[in-house]
T-cell receptor, first 111, second 113 residues
Framework: NAGVTQTPKFRILKIGQSMTLQCAQD?????MYWYRQDPGMGLKLIYY???????DKGEVPNGYNVSRSTTEDFPLRLELAAPSQTSVYFC??????????FGQGTRLTVV | DQQVKQNSPSLSVQEGRISILNCDYT??????FLWYKKYPAEGPTFLIS?????DKNEDGRFTVFLNKSAKHLSLHIVPSQPGDSAVYFC????????????FGKGTLLTVNP
C-alpha cells in the first residue's frame, strides 16, 4: 500500500518557469490537500478538493492552480515560478473530518 | 492571524521522563484537534486526536488533554524515547463541511539518551 505518492522529491526552477507537482493516493480518499511549509512555519493550505471535479482555495492559493479529474490524482500547477514559492510542498489525503495522510514532500527552489 | 499557536519552538527532555508539548488556539469554532509528528525529509504522520466533547484521549505512551475554556491542549509523552525526537505539529479543524486543518508552527522535541 503506497499511500500518498508525490513526485518529484526535489526540483530547482528558474523564475518564470512552470511546473506541475504530482500527487497520487491509493486509499480511495475523497479529500485531498496541498500544503506548503516554509522554514520555521507551520503548514499552510494552498488548495483542497472534496472529490473528483471539486476544488477550492485554501489560505495561500495565489500563484497556483489545481485540478481533480480522478479520485486518485491531485496535481498542483505553478504557472510563473517566483522566489516566494520556494518551499516544501506536501500533498495529503483523507476522509474529511479525521486525520490526513501526507506524502513525503517536494522540496522546490526557485532561483 | 495565527489561530493555532505553539509558543515553544523547541523542547529537550531526558529519556524516560515526561515530554509535554503545548498548543493554544483562538478560534472557538475549532472542535477537533490533532497532533502530527514529523521527521526530517518526511511528511507529517498522524499521532493522536481529540474531539471537543472529550477532555482527554490516550493511546499508549501518548495522551492529549483539552481544556476548552482555556482554548489549550497539550500532548504528554510518557516515557519519552530517543525515537520520539521530531517536530510535533498541533492542528485544528472546525468540522461541519470544513475539512481544512489549521496547523501551528511546530515544536522540535529532542529526547536525550
Amino acid at each position: 500500500n503506497a499511500g500518498v505518492t508525490q513526485t518529484p522529491k526535489f526540483r530547482i526552477l528558474k523564475i518564470g518557469q512552470s511546473m506541475t507537482l504530482q500527487c497520487a493516493q491509493d486509499m480511495n480518499h475523497n479529500y485531498m490537500y496541498w500544503y506548503r511549509q516554509d522554514p520555521g512555519m507551520g503548514l499552510k493550505l494552498i488548495y483542497y478538493s472534496v472529490g473528483a471535479g471539486i476544488t477550492d482555495k485554501g489560505e495561500v492559493p495565489n500563484g497556483y492552480n489545481v485540478s481533480r479529474s480522478t479520485t486518485e490524482d491531485f496535481p498542483l500547477r505553478l504557472e510563473l515560478a517566483a522566489p516566494s514559492q520556494t518551499s516544501v510542498y506536501f500533498c495529503a489525503s483523507g476522509q474529511g473530518f479525521a486525520e490526513a495522510f501526507f506524502g513525503q514532500g517536494t522540496r522546490l527552489t526557485v532561483v | 492571524d495565527q489561530q493555532v499557536k505553539q509558543n515553544s519552538p523547541s523542547l529537550s527532555v531526558q529519556e524516560g521522563r515526561i515530554s509535554i508539548l503545548n498548543c493554544d488556539y483562538t478560534n472557538s469554532m475549532f472542535d477537533y484537534f490533532l497532533w502530527y509528528k514529523k521527521y526530517p525529509a518526511e511528511g507529517p504522520t498522524f499521532l493522536i486526536s481529540i474531539s471537543s466533547i472529550k477532555d482527554k484521549n490516550e493511546d499508549g505512551r501518548f495522551t492529549v488533554f483539552l481544556n476548552k475554556s482555556a482554548k489549550h491542549l497539550s500532548l504528554h509523552i510518557v516515557p519519552s524515547q530517543p525515537g520520539d525526537s521530531a517536530v510535533y505539529f498541533c492542528a485544528a479543524n472546525s468540522g461541519g463541511s470544513n475539512y481544512k486543518l489549521t496547523f501551528g508552527k511546530g515544536t522540535l522535541l529532542t529526547v536525550n539518551p
